[in-house]
């Protein structure tokens, strides 16, 4: 019945068996022997070799699918027990590493750290995997002074974290690579040294950390600084909780979140100064998405190499490579095939919230936005980009909607308004600040510079607050559960197979599943 789906977008079929092997292996984290996999190998083999001999296609289907499950299982259970650490031990001496900036708390100094060993009779046990811990330190005067790569001795005890309500926050952060959590008083802790060595993140940290010291040095100061920071490389850390609620209640939360909007905004700008180079020179084409891709991968090194930001870059470059063999920029399987390459390398992203509103928005976008689209056809072209950008808008709230109500448990009811103000202003903000870097070498003309793009930041943040203030801007407090949220994307999956072919069957279907989502 789905046949000419399924042979259509191939890396769909291959997507579905890991995501379901992933999730079983995150509700049952026991990882299989590796041997186990050899005799997998060995009956796979013979599989295709009977389905080969007998033309038996639905058994070779079968043996696949349990074969990518099994993979999805395994990677998903050794990603859990990668973190699992002994938290059965009362109050003792660790040696641990800050492996992050520390973040200061309300009462507390955070900081992230690797656990490189515990001491045991006065002999240091090291591990090898040293696992990462969250450490609570005292807030005072010294622990202020708590650097990235510090090497201190430490007495606590690491426990799991308690759970907030219903929320089930020992699983979050596991998901996250985070073992536990410890509590450490003052005095009870001293610094060893400093390892001067730094991974790759770590170096891209400091870079951010100079973009936005230059942002303060050219006066941008408040709610403008903090998002100019935000969007343009990741940094969250001066967000004040007015401005936070704002672009939340205006449905503009996406924008604060460095992802795959504002990749696509560099994509499109360098795919637009490119193309007429190789249209003209078409032996220049590969040379030049090359340059478009590295180009892309140090944007994402100046954010500080952030999860969200690797997994649009990684998105952006698959979809620049697979331009040499299609005219289609991207389609719903250029986009299973990312989402099947990124699970099989971390199969815990399948549960960061921000790739799953990535990519289910981007499914919504290729599937339903085209039939909206053609649904009204302006004759002027300012219309006809508004109507497009109308359409995008609700083709991108429809995939995310449900997750949205189910994790915050809220609807911005002005998403639309929202949206026509926020994605032309926050590209061309991206847009300027790219031009006020690149004028980092003349301090005259950056420093006449810095009013464009103060004025860009006063007309995004003030129109955000007057869409805020509209009546019945959101809808709060709302209750969705799991089961609801999966009737509702078991509809739309349906509605998309009546978009290939309309039967009476698949409407009822559909019909059906909707009905059981709002009952």
């Not at 796979?44 to 993979?71: I, M």
């Not at 891709?293 to 140090?298: C, D, F, I, N, R």
């Not at 509209?470 to 609801?484: M, N, T």
């Not at 999956?493 to 009822?508: I, K």
């Amino acid at each position: 019945m789905y046949s000419h789906i399924w042979q259509k977008y191939p890396f769909l079929r291959l997507l579905i068996p890991l995501v379901v092997g992933i999730v079983c292996g995150d509700a049952f984290p026991h990882a299989l022997p590796w041997r186990f996999f050899g005799v997998v190998a060995v009956a796979l083999t013979v599989a295709l070799y009977v389905c080969h001999r007998y033309s038996l296609q639905q058994v070779y289907g079968v043996w696949a699918f349990v074969l990518l499950g099994l993979v999805g299982y395994q990677g998903a259970a050794c990603a859990w027990e990668a973190t699992y650490y002994d938290l059965s031990s009362p109050k003792a001496c660790y040696k641990v590493r800050i492996c992050d900036w520390p973040e200061e708390k309300k009462r507390s100094i955070l900081c992230p750290v690797h656990v490189q060993g515990v001491f045991v009779d006065d002999t240091l046990q090291t591990d090898v995997r040293q696992p990462m811990f969250l450490l609570y330190f005292h807030k005072d005067s010294l622990s202020a002074r708590l650097m990235r790569g510090d090497e201190l001795l430490v007495q606590t005890h690491l426990t799991q974290p308690r759970n907030w309500g219903d929320f089930d926050y020992a699983r979050f952060l596991r998901r996250k690579g985070v073992s536990g959590t410890g509590y450490v008083p003052a005095g009870r802790w001293r610094v060893l040294g400093n390892d001067s060595a730094r991974t790759l993140r770590q170096i891209a940290l400091d870079y951010r950390e100079q973009v936005v010291g230059l942002y303060h040095r050219l006066g941008f100061q408040g709610d403008n600084l903090a998002v100019l920071a935000a969007l343009t490389v990741g940094d969250q850390s001066d967000l004040s909780e007015e401005i936070v609620k704002t672009y939340s209640v205006a449905g503009a939360s996406h924008v604060l979140s460095l992802s795959g909007l504002h990749i696509g905004f560099l994509y499109a700008l360098l795919w637009w100064m490119l193309r007429p180079f190789w249209a003209r020179w078409r032996w220049l084409k590969p040379f030049l998405l090359l340059f478009l891709v590295a180009a892309l991968w140090g944007f994402a090194f100046f954010t500080g190499l952030a999860s969200p930001v690797v997994r649009s870059v990684i998105m952006a470059s698959f979809v620049a490579l697979t331009s040499f063999c299609s005219s289609k920029l991207l389609t719903i399987n250029s986009l299973a095939a990312t989402a099947f390459l990124m699970l099989l390398v971390r199969p815990l992203w399948l549960f960061d919230v921000s790739f799953q509103l990535s990519f289910l928005s981007l499914a919504a976008i290729l599937v339903f936005q085209p039939p909206l689209y053609a649904c009204w056809t302006p004759q002027s072209r300012i219309l006809r980009y508004v109507w497009g950008l109308i359409t995008v808008s609700v083709a991108a709230q429809i995939g995310c909607a449900p997750l949205v109500m189910l994790y915050f448990s809220q609807f911005p009811t002005h998403f639309l308004l929202s949206n026509l103000l926020v994605v032309p202003l926050s590209s061309l903000i991206l847009y300027a600040a790219v031009v006020l870097l690149a004028l980092t070498p003349l301090p005259g003309w950056q420093t006449g510079f810095v009013p464009v793009v103060e004025s860009l930041l006063n007309w995004q943040n003030g129109g955000l607050k007057l869409i805020e203030n509209l009546p019945f801007s959101s809808l709060d407090q709302l209750e969705v559960s799991v089961v609801d949220v999966w009737l509702f994307y078991l509809f739309l999956a349906l509605l998309w197979f009546c978009l290939h072919r309309f039967t009476f069957r698949r409407v009822c279907a559909a019909l059906l599943a909707l009905l059981a989502c709002v009952v």
